[in-house]
């Protein structure tokens, strides 16, 4: 089981969908509540482009840290490895974030998550009438796929 | 409203195409999908969404007839009341989602109903209909499409669509169940035709 | 990408500006409705144009015009528009079709002549540009159903917006 959690945020930080597959340490001992672990995850995604970006040493950039962005400047990252878990990440130039935590000994996932959006979100979200865009959803037929679609990756028994 | 050409328009312009020209089915998904959403506006409840929706069929319906009769049947309607089934269960059914319909059959119960199931329609494709939305089957715009072209036949009828659960599948099926109206009428009217 | 029959799509959406010319008595409101139903239509196709045409941002605005002209109407309408009609400083251009597949069939009848039965195009763009952090104005100032030419449609960025962090720090 290499699958812990996943969570898709749009451009204004509102977590859209959350599914946990494991999550050994319960919110409670973690960010407290769900709302605040979505607040935290968003964050951390959040900071971590524009920290990378501050950082960066070799595209130039005029702004300060923490100016407001366009979705898509500065630096982006694929993923980060921590010793207990690993995030992978993907936003699209329409500001939706794709998040994934994995076993840190997962590889790269940048296709899988581009696959979720391009197969998985557009095909069973974007296009059913019931969906508004940005809001949160919760569709049988989405959360089926995902699920089928772990387990082909072998990250889910 | 929005006539059709005139007969040298439809000639000069529309037919030109054949009929041959596609368009991407995500298109129309979004479409749909923006029908349904401003049909719900418009309604209190679930009945009430599935008659607009079959309304705006209906006049998908009644123009499609033309259509298709011009270019598949050079302009001979079906007359009986066997015959027209059979083409919206082949003809129409080609036409709109390229294929048969996967069942015809009459109803063991009432003589003047048939059932015309088929299962991922394109209209129900994208929809997962959430527990609050009880029986809602996007389908009723297939069943106004249905209904106008009967009733543009001549062969006026109650349909609906309904979702049946099938065995062994995830997905139900969607029955289309066409009730019509007058049917002794129209019965008669075919044992007076020659031929009979 | 699956296909299917166009004239579907385009009776569809004739009964349905049928159905909201029945819903409203005025015709500037069927108007607004058709743009406001493109606008939610572009909000949720363009991560399908994104996803499956796999752009990233575009470099200025003339690209994306260029971009919605050639992919855009391709993937979606199966036609393609031309670009033309540039202002000075790149923020102003038109996008002309010569092929429609909305109005085939169609012919306005003359008390419905203020009706903008494409508006729904408008609307998607404006809709599809939101997403992308682009605010534009996008209307039809030539239409074939009302005697001109082409179909002409204006498009006018407005501004180019960026994101912020959402939540207060100490929230």
């Known amino acids: 089981m290499g699958c812990m959690t996943f969570y898709i945020f749009n451009r204004k930080g ?9 999550r050994l340490k319960p919110i409670k001992q973690g960010a407290g509540s769900q709302d605040e672990d979505f607040k935290l995850m968003f964050g951390l995604c959040w900071s971590m482009r524009a920290l990378a970006t501050a950082v960066d040493p070799k595209n130039p950039s005029k702004q300060q840290m923490g100016a407001p962005m366009r979705i898509g400047d ?8 921590t010793s207990n878990f690993k995030l992978h990440y993907l936003e699209s130039p329409s500001g939706l974030k794709f998040v994934l935590t994995t076993d840190p000994t ?10 979720i959006y391009a197969s998985l979100f557009v095909e069973l979200v974007a296009k059913n009438p019931l969906y508004t865009p ?14 089928k679609y772990m387990r082909t990756l072998g990250l889910l028994s | 409203m929005f006539q059709t050409r005139g007969s040298v ?8 195409r054949q009929g041959k020209q596609e368009i991407s089915l995500s298109s129309f998904a979004y479409l749909f999908g923006e029908l349904v959403q401003y049909c719900q506006s418009q309604v209190s409840n679930i009945g009430e969404l599935e008659r607009k ?8 319906g009644v123009r499609l007839l033309e259509v298709l009769c011009y270019r598949e049947r050079s302009q001979r309607r079906e007359t009986r009341l066997l015959d027209m089934l059979k083409f919206v269960h082949s003809t129409l059914w080609k036409y709109m989602f390229g294929r048969q319909a996967r069942d015809l059959e009459q109803s063991n119960t009432a003589e003047d109903e048939y059932m015309i199931s088929d299962s991922d329609l394109f209209v129900t494709k994208y929809v997962s209909v959430p527990r609050e939305m009880g029986h809602f089957n996007p389908a009723a715009f297939v069943a106004g499409v249905v209904r106008g072209v009967l009733e543009g036949a001549g062969f006026p ?12 599948q995830l997905r139900p099926k969607t029955v289309i169940l066409i009730k019509f109206t007058g049917y002794s009428a129209i019965m008669q009217r075919e044992q007076r035709m020659p031929g009979s | 990408m699956e296909m299917i029959n166009a004239e579907i799509f385009t009776l569809t959406y004739g009964s349905m500006v049928r159905q909201l010319v029945a819903d409203y008595e005025d015709v500037e409101e069927v108007n607004k409705q058709l743009d406001k139903m493109g606008f939610n239509i572009g909000q949720r196709l363009i991560d399908e144009y994104l996803a499956k045409s796999k752009t990233q941002r575009c470099s200025d605005f003339r690209e994306t015009a260029e971009k919605i002209a050639k992919v855009g109407f391709k993937m ?10 540039w202002n000075a400083d790149g923020t102003e251009c038109s996008l002309i079709l010569e092929d429609n597949p909305l109005t085939d069939f169609v012919e306005l009848p003359e008390q419905l002549s203020a009706l903008k039965y494409s508006n729904l195009l408008c609307g998607v763009i404006r809709g599809a540009l939101e997403m992308v952090n682009m605010d534009v104005e996008c209307s039809f100032v030539k239409d074939m159903l009302r005697g001109d030419d082409v179909y002409e449609m204006r498009l006018k960025l407005l501004s180019s917006s960026t994101e912020s962090y959402p939540f207060k720090d100490d929230d």
């Open chain 1, 14 to 22: 509102r977590c859209q969908y959350y599914h946990e597959w494991q």
């Open chain 1, 74 to 81: 500065g630096c982006s990252f694929n993923s980060i490895k």
């Open chain 1, 106 to 115: 997962v590889g790269s996932m940048v296709e899988q998550l581009q696959y």
């Open chain 1, 134 to 147: 940005g809001d949160a959803f919760l569709f049988e037929p989405f959360s089926a796929a995902l699920n």
């Open chain 2, 9 to 16: 328009g439809i000639v000069d312009k529309t037919f030109s």
């Open chain 2, 53 to 60: 929706l079959d309304e705006v069929g209906y006049g998908v």
């Open chain 2, 157 to 168: 009828a109650r349909v609906t669509a309904h979702y049946v659960a099938v065995k062994d």
């Open chain 3, 76 to 85: 979606f309408l199966n036609t393609t528009a031309s670009v033309t009609n």
